[in-house]
Nanobody, 123 residues
Framework: VQLQASGGGLVRAGGSLRLSCANS????????MGWFRQAPGKRREFVAA????????YYSAAVEGRFTISRDTAKNTVYLQMNSLKPEDTADYYC?????????????????WGQGTQVTVSS
């Protein structure tokens, strides 16, 4: 399993970015996919998650209403549309995959992780 995250970059406050995460390696029975982020000097925090079969979505309070997680099951890809970005959204963003039921907010319960993609929001 190789999760490849992409789409990060530098954007001004109020702008938008769309992150993608594709599995380019061995497929796995996906139960859910999630996005986490980690800012310098801070702990990794939950951003959003989506159940693979039903598409049910979950968001942190910090991003709800601004970010949208979606998935394309045929492409084994998960997306994170980020709108109305704020400087406090600046972080490395990581995608993660889980092959079994889990607590979506808990990073330790995910089985697979992609490399981070950096998002920088200037004020």
């Amino acid at each position: 399993v190789q999760l490849q995250a992409s789409g990060g970059g530098l954007v001004r406050a109020g702008g938008s970015l769309r992150l993608s995460c594709a599995n380019s390696g061995r497929t796995f029975s996906t139960y859910a996919m999630g996005w986490f982020r980690q800012a310098p000097g801070k702990r990794r925090e939950f951003v959003a998650a989506i159940s693979w079969s039903g598409g049910r979505t979950y968001y942190s309070a910090a991003v709800e209403g601004r970010f949208t997680i979606s998935r394309d099951t045929a492409k084994n890809t998960v997306y994170l549309q980020m709108n109305s970005l704020k400087p406090e959204d600046t972080a490395d963003y990581y995608c993660a995959g889980a092959g079994k039921p889990l607590n979506y907010c808990q990073a330790l319960e995910y089985d697979y992780w992609g490399q981070g993609t950096q998002v920088t929001v200037s004020s």
